[in-house]
């Protein structure tokens, strides 16, 4: 394993208005508590692209060098003004999502990042899941030669909590797989995999290979081993398929009661003490 990684949504004041913190602050708190790298939410204040001139672009990976934090991975904000939709029924919708998802790409680049999340979309009322899965299939494959210009891999991440499309282990590696591209993988969140009631280390062996990158929430968005659950499970079995990305978190970003340097210290000690205790890392 790389290393443990943490998403920045819980100090971005995305989904929800409060707090929020430049980047700039972000990544030497990040830095500081003793994380490998950071995955960056593509949203305001901290990576819309059009925000970001070139200068800041690098001013901002100077400073993660300086920190010796990689970007891990990038994530896209589902909904909101522009949509973001590559399943929407409206044709001018997907390709504004697909030019956004290009500028999402030439960020992840211009920050060394390998890895870029694909949040398929949902169905709209009137569409039918067929037609907005052929959408959404065709933006990703689409978007896959472009990302792979500019050396990342696009992972496909199911989200039943959030959408109504692509929602388990397995329509997420149905829709790698039809893309045809090789650097189209598959992602998951044990968030969501206990939405649906799941065992999530169920998910890592169901996966096996494809799997290129996790999230880590317990129930309720809470730090890793405070929920229900069984998350050395999920460390076990990252272990015995041989995983090689980062272990992310991407918690306490859900309700404005989240104070996020709370969730990321909670996060990084269990890690490393579990990691430690089996010899994982």
Request: glycine share 6%.
């Amino acid at each position: 394993m790389k290393g443990i990684s943490f998403n920045t949504w819980a100090y971005s004041s995305f989904p929800v208005w409060v707090p929020s913190y430049p980047l700039e602050e972000v990544i030497r708190r990040l830095a500081s508590f003793g994380y490998d790298a950071i995955e960056i939410g593509c949203a305001s204040p901290h990576a819309w692209p059009a925000a970001l001139t070139p200068e800041r672009r690098k001013d901002i990976l100077q400073l993660l060098r300086k920190e010796r934090l990689a970007v891990s991975s990038m994530l896209p904000a589902p909904g909101g003004g522009p949509g973001n939709n590559p399943s929407s029924p409206v044709v001018e919708e997907r390709a504004l999502t697909v030019e956004h998802y290009k500028d999402i790409l030439r960020l992840a680049h211009d920050w060394e990042c390998p890895t870029v999340i694909y949040l398929p979309g949902w169905a709209v009322f009137g569409t039918s899941q067929s037609d907005a899965w052929s959408h959404s299939l065709e933006a990703l494959t689409g978007l896959a030669p472009y990302a792979k210009e500019l050396g990342i891999t696009l992972v496909v991440e199911p989200t039943p909590t959030d959408s109504n499309l692509v929602d388990s282990a397995d329509d997420a590696l149905m829709l790698a797989e039809q893309s045809g591209q090789d650097n189209v993988k598959v992602m998951f969140d044990t968030f969501h995999a206990l939405y649906r009631n799941e065992v999530a280390s169920d998910y890592v062996y169901r996966m096996g290979d494809k799997l290129h990158h996790i999230h880590l929430a317990d129930s309720d968005r809470l730090p890793p081993g405070m929920g229900r659950c069984d998350m050395e499970a999920v460390l076990k079995a990252l272990k015995e398929t041989g995983y090689s990305g980062y272990l992310t978190a991407e918690v306490g970003f859900d309700k404005r009661a989240g104070e996020p340097d709370w969730y990321a210290k909670e996060t990084i000690a269990y890690l490393q003490s579990v990691l430690k205790k089996h010899d994982w890392r």
